[in-house]
């Protein structure tokens, strides 16, 4: 069974300092990887997706994500944090088969001006 | 505009009572998905269905109930079966074809409260 950590709870840093948000799994063949943000109330929204092919993949909002298999992760970064960024981030990862998506518990980001 | 909607955006119900909450695609999307999102927990798959009158158990499918008539249409009963259901319901869709089944859009999302 395919399975989805996202260690940090909660992220606290300030307006234009770098972010990284952590995600591992579990899945027994190839991931089909995504990160989706949050704000509240609201629906998910697709930030980037992995597939296949180059690690580093870049999203909308100046984030990205690197994919590495060996540490069976594929953490979120983002250079230059915005106020706006503060949400909700959930990573997830799909099964091939029938498209079952898993996330994680999400990590929720505050930013400090 | 192309997307999904979900109605209402907040309802309440009263124990005992069975409830729909309606979500809606314009993608022409093959699969669509419920999730039930409580605090701390991520989002749990409630049902889902790739295909017209076809649909499958999720995680958490029991005290739920779901139909799938229209390729558009996915409607969500909870059930008085259903013994916590108070929180927040995502509806999302994908097109069929692998691997992007598994990139899913979401709807807004409709919070459930039970009185």
């Known amino acids: 069974a395919q399975s989805v950590t996202q260690p940090d709870i909660h992220i606290t840093v300030s307006e234009g300092a770098s972010l990284e948000l952590r995600c591992n799994y579990s899945y027994g063949a190839t991931p089909y990887l995504f990160w989706y943000v949050q704000s509240p109330g609201q629906g998910l929204q697709l930030l980037l997706k992995?597939?296949?092919?180059?690690?580093l993949v870049q999203g909308i909002k100046g984030f990205e994500a690197e994919f590495k298999r060996s540490q069976s992760s594929f953490n979120l970064r983002k250079p230059s944090v915005h106020w706006s960024d503060a949400a909700e981030y959930f990573c997830a990862v799909g099964a091939s088969s029938y498209g079952k998506l898993t996330f994680g518990q999400g990590t929720i980001l505050t930013v400090h001006p | 505009d192309g997307g999904i909607t979900q109605s209402p955006k907040y309802l309440f119900r009263k124990e005992g009572q069975n409830v729909t909450l309606s979500c809606e695609q314009n993608?022409?999307?093959?699969?669509m998905y419920w999730y039930r999102q409580d605090p701390g927990q991520g989002l749990r798959l409630i049902y889902y269905s790739q295909i017209v009158n076809d649909f499958q158990k999720g995680d958490i499918a029991e005290g739920y109930s779901v139909s799938r008539e229209k390729k558009e249409s996915f409607p969500l009963t909870v059930t008085s079966a259903q013994k916590n259901p108070t929180a927040f319901y995502l509806c999302a869709s994908s097109i069929g074809e692998i691997p992007n089944r598994n990139e899913q859009f979401f709807g807004p999302g409709t919070r459930l409260t039970v009185l």
């Open positions: 992995y597939f296949s092919g180059d690690t």
């Open positions: 993608l022409n999307h093959d699969a």
